[in-house]
């Protein structure tokens, strides 16, 4: 592919979440579902939805990227290590865990690494894997790695201040009947702190696609099948808004891993998370975007 350099008629960047299944499709079986959103600058949903599969995420991130567009991937994009955990994912506890997050281990020994595939893919179609370190060159299509979690519990906007909220697993310290309504509460309740932010400083207007919106309208199922359809979508939004911030608010977040040593291209296996005052383990500043001197296009 031949980058095109921008015009004034090109888009304005976009910024896109990726809540990336981890296991690939095969003949036998088809991936589980990812979850998938893109929001501009205005916060404005400008589609959301699932698909199955890396082909299918490819696809979708290289219809929706326009120049100086940012994705952030829920999946581990750099994977290093033969074995183990990497050091961003420790670092998750160090910076997070007084709210109850934590990471889990990906090294190169786990079967599905789905995540690693798609930033390989999205690098040979010409973005560029942003570990917030080294500056992107100007107007690239930048590709990083997030957790959904730090972004809850590190924007103060969302109010939680003292422990991230209880939406994925149901929790086993209640009577087994009442776990999976208490799942759904704390996710309503996720949904509507998340629908405030129509006013934010970096805006996501959850109202403004009929997909999102319903996630406003509808009371979350309890039925686990459901239950996740509607998960996935959710954590894609909140990629797509760290995205944004990612992009508006650089201040505002911490790289864990700064410290990784590169690969031979330069890489860090990092990740990019908003982070409170209390929260930030150095004073490394995260490299602002598009200060680089080539541009790089994903079309």
């Known amino acids: 592919m031949t980058p095109t350099p921008p015009t004034a008629a090109t888009p304005p960047p976009r910024y896109l979440g990726v809540d990336l299944a981890w296991r690939d499709s095969t003949p036998e079986r088809p991936a589980n579902e990812t979850g998938l959103a893109v929001i501009d600058a205005d916060g404005t949903v400008l589609d959301a939805g699932w698909a199955r599969g890396v082909d299918e995420v490819e696809a979708w991130v290289l219809h929706w990227s326009t120049p100086g567009s940012v994705v952030a991937v829920d999946a581990p994009v750099l994977v290093p290590n033969a074995t183990g955990m990497r050091a961003s994912e420790r670092l998750v506890a160090r910076a997070y865990g007084r709210w109850h997050v934590s990471a889990n281990a990906s090294s190169a020994s786990l079967p599905w690494l789905g995540g690693r595939t798609l930033g390989e893919r999205l690098e040979r179609a010409g973005g560029v894997y942003d570990d917030g370190v080294v500056p992107l060159p100007a107007h690239a299509v930048g590709h990083f790695e997030c957790y959904p979690y730090t972004t809850l519990v590190g924007m103060a906007e969302l109010g939680y201040d003292d422990k991230r909220p209880r939406y994925k697993r149901p929790d086993l310290t209640l009577p087994k009947e009442a776990r999976r309504e208490a799942r759904a509460a704390a996710c309503d309740e996720l949904l509507r702190r ?9 805006p996501l207007r959850l109202g403004s ?17 459901a239950y996740k359809h509607r998960e996935d979508l959710l954590d894609a939004l909140v990629c797509a808004w760290t995205a944004a911030l990612r992009a508006r608010t650089p ?25 409170r005052p209390e929260q930030r383990l150095g004073p ?5 975007l598009g200060r680089g001197a080539e541009p790089r296009l994903l079309g």
Do not use: K, W
């Open 194 to 202: 998340l629908g405030g932010l129509a006013g934010a400083e970096v």
């Open 251 to 275: 201040e505002r977040l911490q790289v864990l891993g700064v410290d990784t040593e590169a690969d031979d291209r330069g890489r860090r296996a990092t990740l990019i998370s908003p982070a």
């Open 284 to 288: 490394a500043p995260v490299a602002r």
């Open 209 to 225: 696609h009929p997909v999102s919106a319903a996630l406003l309208d509808e009371p979350s199922p309890l039925v686990d099948r």
